[in-house]
């Protein structure tokens, strides 16, 4: 039976691909902070095992760590929003995104891949955003290192499969928990947590690098390669980043 590591397994996407390889047959590690919310996914994904970690500090990063030695799927999903833009929000925080974005996603892809090359299988899944894209502050440009981070991992090394997932806005408890007044977003625009992993797990099988979920994202993300950056970047700037 494969193993899955889930970071971030609580709640929205990271839930969603814990149900998802639950029903696939997957073994389950959920990682997350907040240990009652952990111990109701894990019961309800089938008594999965469960990591109490948080993947700012370093206790929370070696416990991460360790558990993807024993992975055969990785799922870098654990990530949050700022309640602000930059200079608005505490340095500390900042830092703290860099660390789980960026720093968590290296550490955990590093530690997998030698036990996944040796057994001869196995892959990783970096969460990224379609913010990767744009300028976007401190966020943006942490998801944007993913998708670089994820695509040249791929190259360099073979017989394991490494993706950046870039979903757009998915209705989970993301902008809740970082304040952001997203009304003004078109219903066009909101993706199904369910499907955003679906379509994940139908391009990782097909091996591809870059994955963008919805046509309406993929015709954005091409959109954004033709208008001048500056542009794309001011524009995204105002796009849904209201805070209540």
Known sequence: MPTALITGATAGIGA???????????????????????ARAAEDCGNAEVVVADLATDDGLAKGEEAARHADLVVN????????????????????????????????????????????????????????????????????WVVGFSQGVAADVPGVHVMALCPGFVRTEFHDRAEMNVSGIPKPFWLDADRVV?????????????????????????LGKLIPRNLAGRLSSRTGRRYD
């Open 198 to 222: 679906a379509d994940a797990l139908r391009d990782f099988r097909k091996g591809v690098t870059v994955s963008v979920p919805g046509v309406q994202y993929k015709a954005l993300v091409g």
């Open 16 to 38: 969603a691909f814990a149900r998802r390889l639950a029903a696939d047959g997957f073994r389950l590690i959920l990682l997350a902070r907040d240990a009652e919310r952990l």
């Open 77 to 144: 999903n654990a990530g949050f929003g700022q309640k602000g833009r930059f200079l608005q929000v505490p340095l500390e925080d900042e830092l703290a995104m860099l660390r789980v974005h960026c720093e968590a996603v290296l550490r955990l892809t590093h530690a997998a891949l030698p036990g996944m090359r040796e057994r001869g299988r196995g892959g990783v899944i970096n969460v990224a955003s379609v913010a990767a894209f744009f300028s976007r502050g401190t966020y943006g440009a942490s998801k944007a």
